[in-house]
Nanobody, 115 residues
Framework: QVQLSESGGGLVQPGGSLRLSCSASRSAFGANSMGWYRQAPGKQREMVASITRAGNIKYGDSVQGRFTISRDDVKATLDLQMNTLKPEDSAVYYC?????????WGQGTQVTISS
């Protein structure tokens, strides 16, 4: 069974940084890709960043240049470094593993950007 567990969320002032980490069962790293998604109240869940097993990376337009995704298959972790945070980055952030025919999700971690 795939297990994904996010940590690192919190309250940060605009312009600040946070690092999210997803601790995953090793089976998750057999997925085609892993990634971070977010969902703000009243909005659809959106892709923030994804990384394939080959290391190909995609970012959402709104985070390009500010966020960095990385994976460590030995430690079985998926991290998201978030810099220059904005109030509109506030959301619940979810870790994801995607095989194409199925997706697995963590429980989410709250990120709030506010002064």
């Amino acid at each position: 069974q795939v297990q994904l567990s996010e940590s690192g969320g919190g309250l940060v002032q605009p312009g600040g940084s946070l690092r999210l980490s997803c601790s995953a069962s090793r089976s998750a790293f057999g997925a085609n890709s892993m990634g971070w998604y977010r969902q703000a109240p009243g909005k659809q869940r959106e892709m923030v960043a994804s990384i394939t097993r080959a290391g190909n990376i995609k970012y959402g337009d709104s985070v390009q240049g500010r966020f960095t995704i990385s994976r460590d298959d030995v430690k079985a972790t998926l991290d998201l470094q978030m810099n220059t945070l904005k109030p509109e980055d506030s959301a619940v952030y979810y870790c994801n593993a995607d095989w194409g025919w199925k997706k697995s999700w963590g429980q989410g971690t709250q990120v709030t950007i506010s002064s």
